[in-house]
């Protein structure tokens, strides 16, 4: 669909919205291009690449941050949240070919520490086929119309998740819809949504680029501190401290700004958690 026929009703029905046409193939073509000449190409990093990719993306990678407000993601977000927006997060969620990494059933509001409320929408943009074969995600219409439901922790290894968390109630496999999405193409989903994904049996990378985008009046629960990117419209609140732009890929500074913002989140993440949060989802 095309973002001008998305509708805030049929979101708040659905808890979700897809496949909604953000960019052109080649667009997101482009975009995966340079992203993958940044990965291969930054050597003598002080975290391992895979973990500044996985989280917080936007706070050393300029061409991330400079997604952040896409006029064709921004309209979508906007449709569902309102005028004024922030950005909370971005992440890359890559699956190598012929992998087993799986995602399982979560909520996303569920360690956030950012409240259970409605007042976050995440934009995943497919910069590679999502498919059933290659693992695109799956959807529980209705589901968000529950509230957080307990989860455990399972630290799997082949899991994307922090904690490998997974819901404590089972889903029926039957319920769920296959996100599927082109390259360039977006879905929105609620942050109570029950979702997963399973592995990458695909000869192609699966690559979603995340957007998490809040409204101003959220806090930070679990610290005294959290940060955001201004997006749109007005923040009468200032409840997030602002993360600039980055001066370049990887620049010091910007690397600075990650470690310590990756510190505050992993422990405001951790919270009733039996390890420290390996990376958080
Ligand atoms: O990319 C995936 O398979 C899962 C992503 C996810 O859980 C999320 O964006 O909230």
Redesign the pocket.
């Known amino acids: 669909m095309r973002v001008e026929e998305l509708t805030r009703e049929a979101y708040e029905r659905d808890g979700f919205a897809f496949p909604i046409d953000v960019m052109t193939g080649d667009e997101a073509h482009d975009l995966r291009r340079r992203i993958e000449a940044l990965e291969s190409g930054m050597n003598g990093l002080p975290r391992p690449m895979a973990q500044y990719l996985r989280m917080n993306t936007h706070i050393v990678m300029p061409l991330v941050h400079d997604m952040i407000t896409h006029p064709q993601v921004v309209a979508a977000a906007r449709t569902v949240l309102g005028s004024d927006m922030l950005c909370w997060g971005a ?1 890359l ?1 890559i ?1 190598e070919p012929h992998t087993d990494k799986v ?1 399982s059933w ?1 909520q ?1 509001l569920t360690y956030w520490g950012i409240g259970h409320s409605d007042s976050e929408v ?1 934009a ?1 943009i497919a910069l590679s086929p999502a498919t059933p074969a290659s ?3 799956r959807f529980v219409a209705g589901s968000h119309k529950n509230a957080i439901i307990p989860h455990r922790d399972t630290y799997a290894d082949n899991n ?2 922090s904690r490998g968390q997974e819901l404590s109630v089972e889903v029926d496999e039957e319920d769920a819809v296959d996100v599927v999405l082109q390259p360039g193409q977006m879905s929105l ?1 609620h942050g109570r949504m029950f ?1 997963a ?1 399973g592995p990458n049996a695909s000869g192609d990378r699966r690559i ?1 680029l ?1 957007f998490r985008y809040i409204t101003p009046d959220l806090v930070q629960q679990n610290a005294d501190t959290d940060f955001a990117v201004p997006v749109c419209g007005e923040d009468r609140f200032r409840n997030f401290d602002y993360i600039p732009r980055p001066e370049g890929d990887f620049a010091p500074p910007a690397l600075e700004r990650y470690d310590r913002i990756m510190e505050i989140h992993a422990k405001a993440q951790s919270v009733g958690a039996a390890q420290e949060s390996r990376v958080y ?1």
């Open positions: 992440e969620f699956k995602v979560h996303d995440t995943w693992g695109c995600m994307l998740l989903h979702h994904s979603g995340v989802s």
